[in-house]
Every structure is written in structure tokens, then in C-alpha cells.
Nanobody, 123 residues
Framework: QVQLVESGGGLVQAGGSLRLSCAASGRTFSSATMGWFRQAPGKEREFVSSIWWSGGHTYYADSVKGRFTISRDNAKNTVYLQMNSLKAEDTAVYYC????????????????WGQGTQVTVSS
């Protein structure tokens, strides 16, 4: 079992920044692929970013590429999502996820999920 707890969400003006954190406990964090997803009201959950267990490879949705940066600290069992140049369309609940199987950018590639943290960007 893996428990994931997100933090760092909030209200920010367009153009501002937020840093999300996801603290993990339980099964070996350092062997997990970690991902961030988001879900806006009335929309399906969508992939945002992911990072391999070693941190050596990162992936981003086109909509956030160049603005968001994912990173991880395996010593602290924590993954981060630095979000810069935020836009109103980034408003959503952001979820952290951990996967121990085949790497992927879809929800079914991840085995464990956090409860989500709300990010609201005002225009």
C-alpha cells in the first residue's frame, strides 16, 4: 500500500506560481513512477506530468510544457510540481499518483492516488 498526500494548492492570479507537493508513505517510493493529473469541473481527469523512479526521465502534457516542472526527492519520499505562468485554464483539482507497473501517461498506469488539492487561477 502507498499513501499519498498532496499539498500546496490554493488561489493565485494568472501569471503567478504555485508549488505542489506530494508526500508518500508505505511501499518503496523510490521504485515508483510518480505522476500528476488534474480534473477540472465537468471534464475528465487528464495527465499533467510524470517522472521515472530515478528522476532521469520526465514527461509533460503539451498544455503545460515549458511552464510546469516535475521533480522528486526520494530521500524525502516527496514529488513536486512547480507551476509557473499559471493560466485560468489550469484551474482544477490536482492529483498525485504512484505506479509500479509499466510506465504510462494514462490513469490506468497508476496504482495509488492522493485525495487531490485544489488549484484556482483567477484571470
Amino acid at each position: 500500500q502507498v499513501q499519498l498526500v498532496e499539498s500546496g494548492g490554493g488561489l493565485v492570479q494568472a501569471g503567478g506560481s504555485l508549488r505542489l507537493s506530494c508526500a508518500a508513505s508505505g511501499r518503496t517510493f523510490s521504485s515508483a513512477t510518480m505522476g500528476w493529473f488534474r480534473q477540472a469541473p465537468g471534464k475528465e481527469r487528464e495527465f499533467v506530468s510524470s517522472i521515472w523512479w530515478s528522476g532521469g526521465h520526465t514527461y509533460y502534457a503539451d498544455s503545460v510544457k515549458g511552464r510546469f516542472t516535475i521533480s522528486r526527492d526520494n530521500a524525502k519520499n516527496t514529488v513536486y510540481l512547480q507551476m509557473n505562468s499559471l493560466k485560468a485554464e489550469d484551474t482544477a483539482v490536482y492529483y498525485c499518483a504512484a505506479g509500479f507497473g509499466t510506465f504510462g501517461t494514462t490513469s490506468n498506469a497508476y496504482d495509488y492516488w492522493g485525495q487531490g488539492t485544489q488549484v484556482t487561477v483567477s484571470s
